[in-house]
């Protein structure tokens, strides 16, 4: 079986999965891409950066026509070319590194049939994720948790229209990890020795 190339995360909104990533590439050496894939997608497609990043998780997809028929022409087009450019940044740069981290952006489903990933989710319980936000991003406690139910909604229809697949179903992931059990850095630990393992 050949090593795999690629980890791609899915995470639950504040279940500390930008920062496990970040822990995962740094301990295979690897670069760790998330946020940073937006701005080299803007620059790639050429895109008004205010219009791609209003429609970046727009859900939307070539394969799925009724989500696609929601939008109107102009909108579904631009939707489109943001999911395009960002898969041909994730595929670019899995050609050139030895291993990469993606964080987010369907890269799971971008690679499939490309190289070898290992598909994680991360989830931690709603108290522990609460309280990340709040203290990470200042989220008000009176609002908290329909924030957290929010972004969970958006990444889940996001996901689900681009890739077919269910968003934080075991079926979907080749491991799925709760983060506030085991801590950021046992989780981040955790995958980093799955990856080495499969060199072996």
């Not at 992931?173 to 995958?191: H, P, Q, R, V």
Request: charged share 30%; glycine share 6%.
């Amino acid at each position: 079986m050949s090593r795999i190339k690629a980890v791609c995360i899915g995470r639950q909104y504040a279940s500390g999965g930008s920062e496990i990533g970040a822990m995962v590439a740094k301990k295979l050496q690897a670069k760790c891409y998330d946020h940073e894939l937006v701005d080299m997608a803007i620059e790639k497609s050429g895109i008004d950066p205010d219009e791609f990043r209003k429609y970046e998780e727009a859900v939307i997809s070539p394969l799925h026509a009724p989500i696609s028929s929601l939008f109107s022409g102009k909108q579904t087009e631009l939707a489109e070319r943001v999911f395009r450019a960002e898969g041909d940044i994730i595929c670019d740069i899995v050609s050139k590194e030895p291993i990469v981290v993606f964080v987010g952006r369907c890269a799971d489903f971008v690679l499939r049939n490309r190289v070898r990933t290992l598909d994680v989710y991360i989830y931690s319980d709603m108290e522990k994720r609460m309280d990340n936000a709040i203290r990470k991003y200042n989220i008000s406690p009176d609002e908290v948790e329909q924030v957290l139910k929010r972004f969970d909604k958006k990444r889940s229809f996001y996901y689900e229209s681009n890739t077919n697949k269910s968003w934080g179903d075991k079926s979907s992931y080749d491991l799925c990890i709760d983060s506030g059990k085991l801590g950021y850095e046992t989780t981040a630990s955790i995958i980093a020795a799955i990856v080495r393992a499969s060199d072996e």
